[in-house]
């Protein structure tokens, strides 16, 4: 039995397209099973000894002998279970149930704890288990308990509900002891090595004129170990005298003598020979002040940006002005406020 | 020999020229500002607390002040960069801090030191739970008369409350996949790679009142089913979703899992796979302390095939084709010869 040329022909272009589907449209699911789950911790401090109170709905009308609790660091039960740091549940006490009673305590370890009865069929309504002396987490961020019901009473037999709840060590208002990220910035004319030794606040251009192009530069730096990184934006107007301004480079332009025109760029140019391309660190300048020789000025726009842990970098503005015939008299000027913030 | 150093000389000379031929003037003071970028709290509702937050001046010479000014933000795109809503104009967003934070307005810190600037939130009994968040700016300027271009210097802490209760809770995920490059730009579906992939990107919609710092895993199995990579960091950064935001979360397959070393990014390895076909599944939970636990996730499909199994998979289909045609044509040959007889 032979497919025909034909047939393969038209078979072909059409697995070819159900195997392309399969891969470029990933399936979005959400899982349910244990249905209105929830733990409350009585403090999200780490390390405390505190309580776990678990909630959840059996959605099954079976047997249930025991239900198993275990902390871990990863939600999904298919993967081995890593004790999060510092977690201890050994001496953990089980102080009040309600809905699906019964239960006591079996057998526990630092990170599990097996609930077992007489097995009994579970009904729909809303079951709570409230357990004591439980040590938190040692690190701040989340962690997982993944409660698993088995028809016998000691964690055995098939699984017959499963799902994860997350939970959380936080830091708390009152406390200081975290050693925070910290970010340095500075902006001035000259940064010759970092921020302590930055001088200079104000470009001067002179007179402006018809024919020449005015230009200056001016540095930023920037330190963090922050690990998504930062952006750094321009905020201030254009040159402005009264109600008269230099217009501002709306997108990148070279610069073009006798026009009304304010920019800059963070790049080494020669046209005019100024500036520096950044040094150091993994950030970068933004599409429209990262083209050599083409200038633009937009209030509140990033002119510079990291998506990583940045150590330091050093980063050169150029600034170029023209004025048309047209340009009224008038001493023009501006400030420019550079923003870094980091990434959250 | 010192002709050597003459150039050197005359080069760095002609470099600083070129980099900062303005006709500048320097004043010989610094505007440099240390600060920490990220504060998160939990608090409950009717709690007033105080607490502070550092501030260094980066001067060694001469002190510097500052003005505090407390700003709402938002998310500037899909990243984790900060849009600081800054106009005038700007109504205070549902999210703000601002009504509950009180912070000074002006502070100098002394050369080459560092203070710790107070702050008070008070929180109304009424408030609902959720996250607020706004940022603490601190400009710095030393000019006091408008020069030509005069510049400033200017940071912010980005302060989150936590309160707790009933919050609403909703995140959905967009899209997921694997990518060769941490480039938060990058597209993360493809069919067919020929290195074995090391990044993972996700992106996820939060439409609930929390600000969200999803927490997951990824496995990816072979055509059999089989778990050949488990991935337990999915937000190996601790990035967070803004309140209606959709944004793109960025890891990848760690080397080593020590807690410090997994955000950063020279902590990637590829991921040791053989060459076939795997599904990803990416599983986040979620849920605040005392509420309802989520499950959300997506799968991805790839194909992980080195350039020389490529050429090799091209010419067995080739050969394949090749002999089903000619198998094809000699039963046809020989229906033919058989109905001629």
């Known amino acids: ?344 | 020999m010192k002709n050597l150093y003459l150039k050197l000389l005359a080069v760095f000379v002609l470099g600083f020229a070129v980099v900062f031929a303005a006709h500048s003037q320097a004043h010989a003071q610094s505007n440099g500002l240390g600060v920490a970028p990220k504060q998160s709290y939990t608090m409950q509702a009717g709690q007033t607390a105080t607490n502070s937050l550092y501030l260094s001046n980066l001067d060694k010479n001469a002190p510097l002040t500052v003005h505090i000014n407390v700003v709402d933000f938002e998310a500037a795109d899909q990243t984790g960069a900060a849009r600081l809503l800054q106009g005038s104009d700007q109504p205070q967003t549902p999210w703000s801090l601002k009504p509950y934070l009180t912070v000074p307005d002006v502070v100098t810190v002394p050369a080459g030191a560092s203070i710790q600037v107070p702050f008070t939130i008070k929180l109304p009994d009424n408030i609902g739970a959720g996250t607020y968040y706004s940022a603490v700016e601190y400009t710095a300027t030393r000019g006091t008369n408008p020069q030509d271009v005069t510049i400033a210097a200017s940071t912010a802490t980005l302060l989150f409350i936590n309160v707790p209760g009933n919050v609403s809770e909703l995140m959905t995920v967009q899209d997921f996949g694997f990518t060769k490059n941490n480039n938060p730009a990058s597209h993360y579906k493809y069919l067919f790679t020929s290195n074995k992939p090391e990044y993972f990107g996700y992106r996820i919609k939060n439409s609930g009142n929390v600000a969200e710092q999803p927490a997951g895993s990824i496995v990816i199995k072979n055509i059999f089913g089989k778990t050949v990579v488990h991935i337990n960091t999915a937000n190996p950064k601790g990035q967070i979703v803004l309140i209606g935001q959709t944004r793109k979360f960025t890891g990848c397959n760690p080397a080593s899992t020590a807690p410090e070393k997994l955000p950063l990014d020279s902590n990637c390895t590829p991921v040791n796979i053989s060459p076939g076909f795997y599904t990803a599944t990416l599983t986040i939970v979620y849920g605040q302390n005392g509420q309802p636990s989520r499950d959300i996730g997506a799968t991805a499909h790839f194909w992980y095939l080195p350039l020389g199994w490529l050429i090799a998979l091209i010419i067995i289909i080739v050969l394949i084709i090749v002999g089903i045609y000619w198998l094809y044509r000699k039963m046809s040959r020989h229906r033919h010869h058989r109905r001629h007889r």
């Open chain 1, 1 to 344: 039995m032979f497919l025909g040329l034909s047939k393969i022909k038209r078979i072909l272009p059409l697995a070819l397209i159900a195997v392309l589907l399969l891969a470029i449209s990933p399936s979005v699911f959400a899982f349910t099973n244990l249905i209105q789950r929830s733990v409350t911790i009585g403090t999200s401090i780490a390390s405390a000894n505190t309580t776990h109170t678990f909630s959840f709905v059996f959605p099954i009308t079976e047997n249930v002998g025991s239900i198993v609790f275990e902390y871990c660091t990863d939600p999904i039960d298919s993967i081995p279970c890593d004790n999060p740091p510092g977690s201890d549940v050994s001496g953990a006490v089980l102080a009040s149930q309600a809905g699906e009673t019964g239960f006591a305590i079996v057998s526990q370890s630092t990170n599990q704890i097996v609930l077992g009865r007489t097995p009994s069929v579970v009904g729909n309504q809303a079951n709570t288990y409230e357990f004591t002396n439980v040590i938190n987490p040692s690190n701040l961020g989340p962690f997982f308990i993944r409660i698993s019901a088995y028809p016998n009473s000691d964690g055995s037999g098939p699984l017959l509900s499963f799902s994860s709840v997350a939970a959380s060590i936080n830091q708390t208002i009152n406390i200081n002891a975290e050693v925070p990220d910290i970010l340095y910035f500075c902006a001035a004319v000259i940064i010759p090595t970092n921020c302590s030794d930055a001088s200079g606040d104000f470009i001067e251009f002179g007179t402006l004129t018809t024919d020449r192009t005015k230009f200056g530069a001016s540095q930023f730096f920037v330190g963090s170990n922050a690990v998504n990184g930062y952006t750094v934006s321009t905020n201030g107007p254009t040159m402005t005298s009264g109600t008269d301004q230099i217009t501002a480079a709306s997108s990148p332009d070279i610069s073009r003598i006798g026009t009304s025109q304010f920019g800059l760029n963070l790049r080494a140019n020669s046209v005019p020979l100024i500036g520096a391309d950044n040094v150091g660190g993994t950030g970068l300048p933004t599409a429209n002040y990262s083209i050599i020789n083409k200038y633009a000025y937009q209030d509140g726009g990033v002119v510079a940006a990291s998506t990583t842990r940045s150590t330091t970098e050093l980063y050169t503005v150029s600034y170029i002005v023209n004025v048309n015939s047209a340009q009224p008299p008038g001493v023009y000027n501006t400030t420019i406020t550079y923003l870094c913030v980091a990434s959250f």
